[in-house]
């Protein structure tokens, strides 16, 4: 609109032309915000990138498949570059935010094409989220697969799938693989979204783009945006930023979500946490001002959680729970202590961030926080390293390397920020005008490429890598027993018959029944929701499922030899019935586990026994 240049009458009212209204001039700065338009472009490109895999049709293990999401990231690169030289405003930064989110669609869409599964397939970590989702289809309560026990795991992020499938009329299990690759996406956006408050949208997106490189799991989505919220979380909420602090109703939102979604970034960081509060308080001018807060923040947190949090707690409090999850050791319980000593991009990039965080530690905002929370996930660490040598309970230890490699890679970014300028004025040298956007542009191109080597699938890939996890994707037999489109011709995981240990046990209860099942292969949980007498392995039971008692009670029964005596039994155990056996043939008996039950204990007058199954797999259900 013109500005009003002639001088107006001394005598007239004031004319309203000479700018636009208060209403649309909020109007127009809403729209050309950087975060409004990341989010505008992620919803108009994300249905793009999804289905573009489809319009392909590549085999997701091709070089030519490869090649899609690879050449797109630098063709955008490119092409922000290009603009960048002229126009470096909210509205292409905005831009540039929400098709990069996009773009991880694209890719992890591409390598997953052909399967319906997610990363990981359904095994391990991820046969045990399939399951919860499949759980939360016949609730909404924040409870265990086992009957009776209230949910120890996060339930939200479960639970918005497990609904959702009720919703569309879906199978759960095959919703989380798209669950997967959007949350993973919205979790970069998120990023950008919180960054740029108080570093300018394209710095925002450096810091988003290194920082979901460094570190990004898609079969942990829920983990991957809860991080992702964090990090900026705790530097607006108890730190001191150069901008109006984000309001202590938002703060108190997001931390319950993150509660309700993951919270172990919360539990790792508690030491880092305290100390920030204490010197934060010591530094303010107005402290009741900021303890209110604080109190308000953990109020509306806790409202926000309570419906999760109070059952779990009370729990835990009556029910004599034991930890036992934390006995599964991983592989990397005892690397990366040092990544910022490794000698490749990502520990220069680390290196550059510690570097930083001590020499800028009084002379920035961001240099403290982020140090007193590199320090405090160090302490954690250390402590339950220690704790481990004496218990061998490792309190998931090793998921620490996730959040300071984390936290130094957005160090190095502001490092780099901060310093270049510093660096340049005293060697008396001015930047070219295309030395930010080169930068920029090459950092984003890099990113995609990393990251794109780092989750398409193949089949020569180290065990727990992000190419293995696209592999058995592909590899997973499918519950009727055939396999993907795509999937490998050697290798592929064996079939566990889903499909006709459904039909025994529906012909036998009817097809809603849930019965309290003892299987020898836990994936059936993860396509059909039954509920479970007790894991298999130790590092899969929940600490409110009493393991080992519960273990007790299943070798009781195997030594219950009389038939009518094991029919009473296994109705009747201390935590209630076992009314479905799913066992495995062998030339001892029925396995399961390393239990052996015998044909002799299921007698015709109590059990529908079906021991003609593929996979020597063995049904006994009890007769109503």
């Known amino acids: 609109m013109a500005l009003q240049t002639q001088e107006p009458d001394v005598e007239a ?6 700018s636009p209204p208060p209403r649309r001039q909020r109007l127009v700065g809403w729209l ?3 975060g409004t338009i990341a989010v505008l472009v992620w919803l108009v490109a994300t249905p793009v990138a999804f289905f573009a895999p489809a319009y392909f049709k590549y085999d997701p293990f091709s070089f030519i498949a490869y090649a899609v999401p690879l050449t797109a990231a630098l063709v955008l690169a490119s092409v922000f570059f290009v603009i960048g030289l002229r126009w470096r405003g909210e509205l292409v930064a905005g831009a540039a935010g929400g098709l990069a989110a996009a773009w991880v669609v694209l890719l992890l869409r591409s390598a997953l094409y052909g399967t319906p599964f997610g990363f990981g397939g359904v095994s391990g970590d991820m046969m045990r989220m399939s399951a919860i989702v499949e759980h939360y289809t016949t609730t909404i309560k924040p409870s265990d697969s086992i009957p009776g026990l209230v949910s120890e795991y996060p339930p939200l992020y ?6 959702a499938a009720v919703l569309l009329d879906a199978q759960a299990w095959r919703l989380l693989a798209d669950a997967e690759v959007l949350t993973t996406s919205a979790a970069l956006l998120v990023s950008f979204l919180l960054w740029r408050r108080h570093v300018g949208p394209w710095v925002a997106l ?14 942990k989505a829920f ?57 934060t308080f010591r530094a303010e001018t107005d402290r009741k001002a ?35 999850s934390d006995l599964f050791v991983s592989a990397g319980i005892n690397e990366k202590l040092f990544p910022f000593l490794e000698m490749d991009p990502f520990g220069l990039l680390q290196l550059a961030g510690l570097v930083g965080l001590l020499f800028f530690y009084r002379s920035t905002w961001w240099a403290k926080p982020i140090l007193f929370l590199v320090l405090g996930v160090y302490a954690y660490r250390i402590l339950n390293m220690v704790r481990f040598v ?28 901060h310093a270049a300028p510093i660096i340049l004025r005293r060697l008396r040298l001015t930047a070219p005008r295309a030395a930010g956007a080169a930068a920029l542009a090459v950092a984003l191109a890099w990113s995609a490429s990393v990251f794109t080597d780092q989750w398409m699938p193949q089949e020569e890939a180290t065990l727990y890598s992000g190419q293995r996890y696209a592999w058995s994707a592909h590899s997973e037999p499918l519950p009727n027993g055939k396999y993907p489109e795509y999937a490998p011709k050697e290798d592929r995981r064996r079939w566990f018959p889903i499909d006709p240990i459904k039909k025994v046990v529906e012909d036998a209860r009817g097809p809603d029944a849930r019965p309290v099942t003892l299987s020898v292969d836990e994936r059936i949980f993860s ?26 009670e299943v070798t009781r029964l195997t030594q219950t030899t009389d038939p009518d005596a094991f029919a009473a039994a296994s109705a009747n155990t201390k935590f209630g019935p076992i009314d479905v056996f799913v066992l495995r043939k062998r030339a001892d008996g029925w396995q399961w586990d390393n239990q052996r039950f015998q044909r002799e204990q299921f007698s015709a007058a109590h059990w529908t026994v079906v021991d003609d199954l593929p996979e020597d797999v063995v049904v006994c259900v009890r007769k109503p």
């Open 13 to 18: 009212s004031p004319q309203p032309a000479a």
């Open 32 to 34: 050309s915000n950087s």
């Open 158 to 163: 479960g639970m918005l799938i497990g609904r």
């Open 206 to 219: 450096a810091i988003s783009a290194l920082a979901f490189v460094t570190w990004t799991d898609p079969r």
């Open 223 to 279: 983990e991957v945006i809860t991080l992702s919220i964090f990090i900026p979380w705790v530097l607006e909420t108890f730190g001191k930023p150069p901008k109006a602090r984000m309001h202590w109703l938002l703060a108190g939102v997001l931390g319950g979500l993150m509660v309700v979604v993951y919270q172990a970034w919360i539990i790792y960081s508690v030491f880092a946490i305290v100390a920030l509060i204490v010197v």
């Open 290 to 324: 900021y303890i209110r807060r604080l109190v308000l923040v953990a109020l509306v947190a806790f409202a926000v959680s309570s419906w999760y949090v109070i059952p779990y707690a009370w729990a835990m409090l009556t029910q004599n729970g034991e930890l036992v």
């Open 390 to 417: 004496f218990t061998e309970h490792t309190f998931f230890l090793h998921y620490t390397i996730r959040l300071y490699t984390v936290l130094l890679a957005i160090a190095g970014v502001l490092t780099i920020v």
């Open 527 to 552: 396509f059909v929701p039954w509920r479970v007498y007790v894991a298999i392995p130790v590092e899969g039971a929940g600490s409110l499922s009493r393991w080992h008692e519960r273990r007790a």
